[in-house]
């Protein structure tokens, strides 16, 4: 990951509430995370780069790096709403909802890969076993300990 994006997701902040506290437009937060992920050739203008160095109070040759771990962006709020198939009573939609989880992040957790899989696990009446088994398992604790913590 980059330096801008990591310090952005850092601090939380979303695109646009770093382009404006840089002064910038959204599209050029994108523009500079592409540039900084190329490396080499055009690298943008030096005083876009320091706008957001002042912003994120970091030095503009932390930002250029690329070699940060990555992060989950969680600055982008859409992303934590509830999904209008999703079955309240359902403990894998109540594990979701808590930890706040993006339906791709729910798969990954689930062992999959489709976030289409994650909807459908939180649409169900009544949940996979092996789901509520590797959630569980994720999370360190028996099935029954999952079950008693997200069932309504």
């Known amino acids: 990951m980059v330096g ?4 952005r997701i850092k ?19 994108f ?10 050739g055009s690298r ?3 005083h876009v ?27 982008n709020r ?18 979701k909802l808590r930890h706040c989880l993006s339906l791709p992040e729910l798969a990954a957790r689930l062992g999959k890969t489709s976030r289409e899989c994650a909807r459908l696990a939180c649409a169900a009446d009544i ?7 590797a959630l569980a398992a994720y999370e360190g604790i028996s099935v029954r300990e999952f079950l008693n913590t997200y069932t309504n």
């Open 127 to 133: 949940p996979s076993d092996k789901h509520i088994r």
């Open 49 to 75: 780069w320091l706008a957001f160095s002042n912003a994120l109070t970091t030095p503009v040759d932390d930002l250029l790096r690329s070699d940060y771990p990555g992060l989950i962006d969680r600055t």
């Open 11 to 29: 601090r939380g902040l979303s695109c646009q509430e770093l382009a404006q506290l840089a002064g910038v437009s959204s599209t050029r937060v």
């Open 31 to 40: 523009s500079y995370v592409n540039y900084a992920r190329k490396g080499g």
């Open 78 to 95: 859409l992303k934590f709403r509830e999904a209008k198939t999703a079955n309240n009573s359902n403990p894998i939609t109540q594990y």
């Open 44 to 46: 943008g203008r030096s």
């Open 4 to 7: 801008l994006e990591y310090f």
